[in-house]
């Protein structure tokens, strides 16, 4: 797990190892265990090692082939890199170490770009061909590895953070305003865009090749498609759940595999609660980690939020060395400046206390293990799909969902408060941006179960993908690698599978209520509940508690709606009422400070709107301070 960038020039230019050098600088905390630079002509390089399987020297990068035609940099593990070993070994190739890198560079020598499909792991590596003069970069089924790159006349930028490529000359850290006209319109990117103009990610599930004359080509070789099983199709209920256990079981044994210390976090949920039972019972000495928050001047749902005590219960449960801290009030002040500049572009969600979080495991371990996915791949949000179940067509449930994933600005105030660059950013649809994340999946829609797995297929392309992109940042700002067994190839194949009836408990009630008029009948279906998860609740009641395996769906999540009006309230009007507040060269002032006004004065929730507020504030901050691309 390490850090990756370089750059291939058009122009006649040689690429330059001190240039290399101070791109690999800039991500410096993803590799503080080695780092290295391949130059060959217009190409170039750089890697930062964060050494997790064969810590020797062997495992050096970036790493050529022994005829010198194919040079690696690689960031992630690729689980099945044993099977993939024996597989090439009776090809006739042969292996210096024990790394997985290795593995990964002789499959893509043997299969070319078709070595993408075969890797079960999580990783973005770049391939240079000597022989064919191109360069080849990759990214995981799933985007649990970000990729970034620029291209621009003269070069091909890239790397796994975007302050690597802002380090190269021609890389200029610019606002992208219709990227910033989308995030708000979300709090993600559903397309490839960030908020530095020119700078994009590579679509997770895809590859590009750029050659020495500046052609590409590039494919993307891996999709999720979540479907009803085919009639005749379909195994009993009792043989799901034990799939389903053997598949889990299967998972987060595949990614044991370490050199290194292994943890996993603890939130105190079903979904990490059962990664660390199963990781215990594999490994003796598991360290666990969590994160709760002092809830003295919390109010209302968020008094529930801190589940330190059902950690501390399942940690005793399973033998687990148990770590944990608590977060107030003021901590979010305290570390924003440090996360904004990891983060280099906010995404879903309020992340701050996964930083805390990450950065207490680092200390005892190099890697941890998540429980990402869970939620996204067995329908754990049921109150977000039950919102568009029932429909005339695909355009029906697009106007619908897309309504309901407007997520911090209302829609009739949009051109208000983006008023001083309204100019810039009026022809972007936002609703033609949500449309086109489904592609070529919007056809054969004639159930409700087709409705909801076209909703579990979006919020796996998005939502998803911001929390892996976020998670990534976050732990590798502390040179901490996580890994989620959820996203776990052969578990993710079988659970797209899986009828929609094992995962929704509720969707026939639903159906037959008219949800555009919610009220007293229909209210509940539309708040959080434990109406998902079926089938996964079943199987995890044989590793956690009863009360969580059958207990009400939370988030990981500050109480910051009671400390934005009472302990940070100094804060937030400091940073986003005072006169030299930077986001109202692009937000409307009145406007912007009348929505945080309702929150703070009780009127509305807007958390996460505060929160992005202040994330770009202090972001533009880092901008006019050059921080981006300084060393």
Not at 215 to 224: H, K, M, N, V
Not at 605 to 616: D, F, P
Request: charged content about 25%.
């Amino acid at each position: 797990m390490c850090g990756i960038a370089g750059y291939l020039q058009f122009d006649g230019d040689g690429a330059s190892p001190v240039l290399l050098r101070r791109m690999g600088d800039a991500i410096a905390h993803r590799g503080p265990d080695g780092e290295g630079v391949f130059v060959d002509g217009p190409l170039g390089l750089a890697h930062r090692r964060l050494a997790i399987i064969d810590t020797s020297p062997a495992g050096h990068q970036p790493m050529a082939t022994e005829d010198g035609r194919y040079i690696i940099s690689y960031n992630g593990e690729v689980f099945n890199f044993q099977e993939l070993r024996i597989e090439l070994e009776a090809l006739g190739w042969g292996f210096r170490s024990r790394t997985d890198t290795e593995v990964v560079l002789k499959s893509f020598a043997q299969w070319g770009t078709g070595c993408f499909k075969r890797f079960n792991g999580q990783f973005a590596v770049a391939v240079w061909d000597r022989a064919e003069r191109t360069l080849v970069l990759g990214r995981d089924r799933y985007g649990i590895k970000p990729l970034y790159i620029r291209r621009s006349g003269k070069s091909f930028v890239f790397g796994s953070e975007i302050k690597a490529i802002l380090r190269h000359p021609e890389a200029g850290a610019v606002l992208d305003k219709e990227g910033l006209f989308e995030y708000f319109a979300f709090q993600n990117f559903f397309t490839e865009r960030t908020l530095f103009k020119g700078v994009s990610i590579l679509p997770a599930g895809s590859w590009i090749s750029v050659a020495e004359n500046g052609a590409t080509a590039g494919d993307q070789y891996w999709d999720f498609h979540f479907t009803e099983p085919e009639s005749g199709t379909a195994i009993s209920d009792a043989e799901y759940k034990e799939e389903l256990d053997r598949l889990l079981r299967q998972a987060v044994k595949r990614q044991l595999v370490a050199d290194v210390e292994l943890g996993t976090y603890l939130s105190g949920g079903m979904d990490s609660g059962t990664i660390t039972a199963i990781a215990a019972s594999e490994l003796p000495n598991m360290r666990t980690f969590t994160c709760g928050f002092d809830l003295r001047s919390a109010s209302g749902m968020e008094l529930g939020m801190d589940e330190r005590e059902k950690a501390e219960h399942m940690s005793y449960l399973y033998g687990t060395e148990h770590y944990q801290m608590v977060l107030k009030a003021g901590d979010m002040e305290r570390v924003l400046p440090t996360l904004a500049l990891h983060l280099e572009e906010p995404r879903v969600g309020q992340s701050y206390p996964n930083y805390y979080v990450a950065q207490l495991a680092s200390k005892f371990c190099k890697v941890v293990l998540a429980g990402d996915g869970g939620d996204e791949l067995f329908a754990g949000y049921p109150w977000r799909y039950y919102r568009a179940v029932v429909n005339d067509d695909f355009e029906h449930y697009t106007d619908k969902y897309f309504q309901h994933w407007q997520r911090l600005l209302p829609a009739d105030r949009v051109s208000q408060i983006f008023a001083p660059i309204w100019s810039d950013v009026s022809h972007v649809s936002t609703r033609d941006i949500f449309r086109g994340v489904f592609r070529e999946h919007a056809h054969h829609l004639t159930r409700p179960e087709d409705y909801i797995n076209h909703s579990l297929y979006f919020e796996a392309k998005t939502f998803l993908h911001g929390l892996l992109t976020v998670d990534d940042k976050i732990s590798m700002a502390h040179g901490l690698e996580a890994r989620v067994p959820f996203l776990d190839n052969d578990l993710v194949d079988f659970a797209m599978k899986v009828p929609v009836r094992l995962k929704l408990g509720n969707l026939g009630d639903v159906v037959r209520l008219d949800e555009n008029e919610p009220g007293p009948k229909t209210a509940k279906y539309f708040q959080q509940t434990r109406d998902g998860k079926l089938l996964l609740r079943r199987v995890m009641e044989k590793y956690v508690p009863a009360d969580i395996a059958d207990g009400v769906k939370k988030g990981f999540s500050a109480p910051d709606a009671s400390w934005f009006r009472g302990d940070s309230i100094d804060y937030v009007r400091r940073s986003l009422m005072g006169r030299d507040a930077q986001i109202f060269e692009f937000l409307d002032r009145s406007a912007i400070q009348e929505l945080v006004g309702d929150h703070l004065d009780g009127r509305e929730n807007r958390r996460l709107l505060i929160w992005s507020l202040l994330n770009l504030e202090q972001w533009l901050k880092h901008l006019e301070a050059g921080n981006w691309t300084n060393p």
